[in-house]
């Protein structure tokens, strides 16, 4: 088998440049990893290089039964390291019973779900190499006060720290994909929890910048009904609250929510 088709519903564009392949791979530090999980491998342009790389053991996960036929062809050693499941409702615990590191060439459709399965096993992914759109690289770096600053900056940076780490050109892929794209690096933070409800924290951040022009105060009814919550921080539009922040007005909701219980 000589080359993978692209398909679009699987979202692939396949990276041609083995030097930002190569810059990909050095971006993973791995430390105190045994294992190291890629996503989408495809035709194992990054893999390739993880192959080196004896610190660590390999893992795939691959939707795409044209690329695993490929992939157990093209790399027989990797053979019984490949996953040919969708990594959205792979049982991660099936392989991996302590930390592993995540790195990949996400599809695009799907990054925003990618994070969020990294979320529910945030104490067991210390670290994530990922590229991804720009647009969303950019979110996910962003600071408070920046207008692209959103749900997903808040989510992941409450458990991760996350760094912009190059651009890579449309022109590298095949096919090329409508949009440039980044590469970031998350290590996780020391946060081993936060300090309210965490579901009542991911209610209130995703109702809060699904009416983003708005004040909290307005955006936030759907959760307060009737009770009115005074606090200065009502007045601001979601993107200018911290994690901090949020995590303070998450208590404060709660503690009306409690009220309103008790009556």
């Known amino acids: 088998m000589g080359y993978v088709r692209a ?3 699987l979202g692939q564009h396949f990276l041609k440049d083995l030097n930002i392949a190569k810059k990909i791979v050095a971006g993973l530090k791995a430390d105190n990893v045994s294992k190291v999980l890629e ?7 990054l893999t390739q290089y993880l192959l ?4 660590f053991e390999t893992h795939v996960v691959e939707i795409d039964t044209e690329s695993v036929a490929y992939l157990k062809e093209n790399y027989p050693n990797l053979s019984d390291r490949i996953i040919g499941e969708d990594f959205l409702k792979y049982d991660l615990s099936k392989i991996f019973n302590e930390s592993f590191a995540i790195i990949g060439n996400f599809p695009y459709n799907i990054s925003s779900q990618i994070f969020f399965k990294i979320l529910e096993h945030r104490d067991q992914i210390p670290e994530v190499v990922g590229m991804i759109q720009k647009e969303v690289a950019e979110r996910m770096s962003a600071v408070p006060g920046n207008k692209t600053y959103g749900i997903l900056s808040v989510l992941m940076q409450a458990f991760y720290d996350i760094e912009y780490l190059f651009t890579v050109s449309e022109k590298v892929f095949d096919p090329p994909p409508k949009v440039k794209s980044a590469v970031i690096r998350m290590a996780r933070n020391t946060t081993s929890n936060l300090e309210c409800d965490e579901k009542l924290f991911f209610r209130v951040v995703k109702t809060g910048f699904n009416q983003r022009r708005k004040t909290l ?16 921080l009502m007045a601001k539009r979601p993107e200018q609250l911290s994690i901090e922040q949020f995590v303070y007005l998450t208590n404060k909701i709660q503690e009306l929510l409690n009220m309103q219980l008790r009556e």
């Not at 080196?52 to 610190?55: D, F, K, L, M």
């Open 7 to 9: 398909k679009k519903n």
């Open 39 to 45: 996503i989408g491998p495809g035709m194992g342009v």
């Open 52 to 55: 080196q790389n004896e610190a």
């Open 217 to 232: 105060r307005n955006s936030l009814k759907s959760i307060l009904g009737e009770y009115k919550l005074e606090d200065d």
